[in-house]
């Protein structure tokens, strides 16, 4: 299903938590009708705090407060944060709560990675940035480098649609069916901005390629520039030669990789790739200031997107994911603008000779890595589909 695109929307690029928590506290504690979060991670520090007091807040003043949690990033926020929200009376769901660790199984891979919030139906926050504090390593330069965008206008109706859906099948298969289903309606419909925007889930059903397809149809009509960022990049073979392709028609392609991760194998089966992409004339840069956490682009200084999904299997094959596609020259130059900054203070570019000269016995741990996601996605049954 291709994107529908919907005219007068405001948008607000946010970076990092610096501007992220904020935002969000400041429409949470502007709430008077009800209010929806829902993250990957809730996290038991000092951003996880305000957000919680916030929420608490809300529900004091009688705002219906829903919040979903994903059970393997919230188990941090299930042993410190649930008991104490649950008595202020905000109403918490716990996203595939029961979790082994090591399991390959299918179904306990299937995590809810989105980041979305939405406040009275009239404003709503859609991006990477989890409930969690970017200022927690302090042997980095910097923050977690991450966004999120802050929405009003006629986007917010298929973001409302798709927080009630899945709050309502999660109540269903947690046999909660006596908890107040009825939402607030949406505000009349309007236009307080000029961009025109979509917005794109992806879930097992009928959405699973939905975002996917939209990069790739961005890539396939670039012209002029693409520049991806992306935390955990890990692309299938029509996305490796979507980008390739768009070299060969002389279009300047741009990977923004981790330098620092939290996932060693996956960041060595990212290397694994880069002497195809290199060799293709495509520029790598990995990030070194902080953390990579950022999952979005721009093409052609003009289409943009902000997100949870990062493209490997794990976001495109299994993870309910959520991104905001925009259409509009001043917001994609705004993003374009503050990635180069980014580049510029903390990232290192890997050029192709010094690729070709560096250690063969790691270009085999890479590989290894690689074959080894690989075969982890095939145990999960995903291995003849990507």
Known sequence: MGITWLPGNALRLLENGTEFFPALETAIDGATREVFVETYIFANDEAGHRIAAALRRAAARG???????????????????????VAARVHVQIYRREVARLSLRRHRLRRLHRKIAL????????????IHSDLDEPSFAGPRLDYSVRIEGPLLAPIHRTVTHVWQLVAWASFRRRWPLAFAPLPPPGAPGGIEAGFLIRDNLRHRRDIEDAYLAAIAGARSEILLANAYFLPGRRFRQALLE????????TLLTQGWTDHP???????????????????????HRSHLHAKVAVVDGYWATVGSSNIDPFSLLLAREANVFV?????????????????????????????????????????????????????AGYGNRH
């Open 246 to 253: 768009a070299g060969r028609r002389g279009v300047r392609v």
């Open 63 to 85: 705002v219906h407060v829903r919040l979903l949690v994903d059970g393997f990033g919230g188990r941090d926020f299930v042993e410190h944060l649930l008991d104490p929200l």
């Open 119 to 130: 406040v009275d139906g009239r404003i709503a926050f859609v991006g990477g940035i989890n």
């Open 327 to 379: 259409r509009d020259a001043g917001f994609a130059g705004h993003l374009q603008a503050h990635l180069a900054r980014a580049m510029r203070a903390g990232a290192r570019e890997i050029s192709p000779d010094a690729w070709q000269r560096g250690s063969p016995l790691r270009r085999l741990l890479n590989w290894a890595a690689y074959g080894l996601v690989r075969l982890m996605i095939g145990i």
């Open 265 to 287: 194998l996956q960041q060595y089966a990212t290397r694994a790739l880069y002497g195809q992409f290199l060799a293709g004339g495509v520029r790598i840069f990995e990030y």
